[in-house]
């Protein structure tokens, strides 16, 4: 079973930048679809982006335009470039392999 560890999160102004990484412990990774999600302090998971194994992607209306998911399968990894971030963006971003496989996440904390 493929494990899923994320890093990349910090606490940044409104209008700044993070990156995050979901790397993955198997290689088996890069067959997958992969989905980042967020959850906010009293508010369901959401879905943000996500990434196929050929590498076409989707995006939250919510995040469109400022956010990029990409993938490096040589590394095992996943990336969600965030820009122009507000602070509703704010919450835990988790990412996802294969439908069913979570990573515990990594907080993300915009300030106004």
């Known amino acids: 079973q493929v494990q899923l560890v994320e890093s990349g999160g910090g606490l940044v102004q409104a209008g700044g930048s993070l990156r995050l990484s979901c790397i993955a412990s198997r290689s088996i990774f890069s067959m997958y679809a992969v989905d980042w999600y967020r959850q906010a302090p009293g508010k369901e998971r959401e879905m943000v982006a996500t990434?196929?194994?050929?590498?076409?992607?989707n995006y939250a209306d919510s995040v469109k335009g400022r956010f990029t998911i990409s993938r490096d399968n040589a590394k095992k990894t996943v990336y969600l470039q965030m820009n122009g971030l507000k602070p509703e963006d704010t919450a835990v971003y988790l990412c996802?392999?294969?439908?069913?496989?979570w990573g515990r996440g990594t907080q993300v904390t915009v300030s106004s």
């Open positions: 996802r392999c294969n439908g069913r496989t």
């Open positions: 990434i196929t194994s050929g590498g076409s992607t």
